[in-house]
């Protein structure tokens, strides 16, 4: 008569017999998973970076790798099964319009890190999107007017909902001065030029989004809104007032003043 050994095998880290469906740091990971990536089960952020390993995969980054962590820049970021998720829902076309969805790009900032558009969204914030290229005198103008040189007249709230991160500002380059495609050159420079903290300097090398935009507003600069989940709000070509006004409708008040 044979008889039948069931055997349990615990999962073992540094000689202690640990559940391999708990979560002992309380990352968002269970301890099997990470002995399966190879992350620290007693910390939360295994290589330092300041998101935790949890945080990490689910914004498909790697929790052992400290330079895929937070962006330099102090920009947000989002889960890739939000972004996927909204990449693969309305339709985004050849040229932008109100109510389509704007595509999902990954770009360059002025500290050479690929930027992922889609980060910004999902956050409860506009998000808007200036078309610009550095020889592009209103663009300049643009730029320095969000740092505070009132170059234009236009409703200063909303250089304030900038400041105090009620909306999200990206500028997007297409072109440099010598009417080149952007590179991460450009971007570098621009920032420099105009340091403002709050602002990603994406560098277009491809000119898939300034066509996207050009292709209608047919004019440098051209600036669009969409909302957190990147359906476009309003777009228009040059600086307006009533397109700023928009902005400024953001501003909660606090800080930002001037």
């Known amino acids: 008569?044979?008889?039948?050994?069931?055997?349990?095998?615990?999962l073992l880290f540094a000689g202690a017999c640990i559940d391999p469906n708990g979560d002992e740091d309380g990352d968002g990971?269970?301890?099997?998973?990470?002995?399966?990536?190879?992350?620290?089960?007693?910390?939360?952020?295994?290589?330092?970076?300041?998101?935790?390993?949890?945080?990490?995969?689910?914004?498909?980054?790697?929790?052992?790798d400290p330079t895929s962590g937070p962006y330099e820049g102090g920009w947000p970021r989002q889960t890739l099964a939000m972004k996927d998720e909204i990449e693969n829902g309305r339709k985004s076309g050849s040229e932008i319009d109100v109510g389509k969805r704007f595509p999902r790009v990954r770009m360059v900032d002025q500290f050479g890190e690929v930027v992922d558009l889609y980060d910004f969204v999902g956050h409860g914030k506009k998000v808007v999107i200036d078309i610009a290229a550095e020889w592009c005198g209103p663009c300049n103008g643009l730029a320095a007017w969000l740092d505070g040189d009132d170059v234009y007249d236009l409703p200063k709230d909303a250089?304030?909902?900038?400041?105090?991160?009620?909306?999200?500002?990206?500028?997007?380059?297409?072109?440099n001065n010598d009417g080149d495609a952007a590179s991460k050159k450009t971007s570098k420079d621009w920032h420099k030029a105009y340091p403002n903290p709050n602002i990603p300097v994406l560098a277009?090398?491809?000119?898939?989004?300034?066509?996207?935009?050009?292709?209608?507003?047919?004019?440098?600069?051209?600036?669009?809104?969409?909302?957190?989940?990147?359906?476009?709000?309003?777009?228009?070509?040059?600086?307006?007032?009533?397109?700023?006004?928009?902005?400024?409708?953001?501003?909660?008040?606090?800080?930002?003043?001037?």
């Open 1 to 10: 008569m044979s008889r039948r050994i069931l055997t349990i095998v615990p």
């Open 29 to 64: 990971l269970t301890n099997a998973e990470e002995q399966e990536l190879g992350t620290d089960w007693k910390i939360a952020d295994s290589d330092g970076d300041g998101y935790s390993d949890g945080e990490e995969i689910g914004y498909g980054l790697d929790p052992l």
């Open 159 to 175: 250089r304030k909902a900038v400041a105090n991160g009620d909306v999200y500002w990206l500028t997007v380059l297409g072109e």
């Open 204 to 258: 277009d090398e491809d000119a898939d989004t300034v066509q996207y935009v050009l292709s209608v507003t047919n004019g440098w600069p051209s600036v669009v809104m969409v909302n957190d989940s990147m359906t476009v709000v309003e777009f228009a070509g040059g600086v307006g007032a009533d397109f700023m006004q928009l902005v400024a409708d953001e501003y909660t008040g606090g800080g930002g003043d001037e």
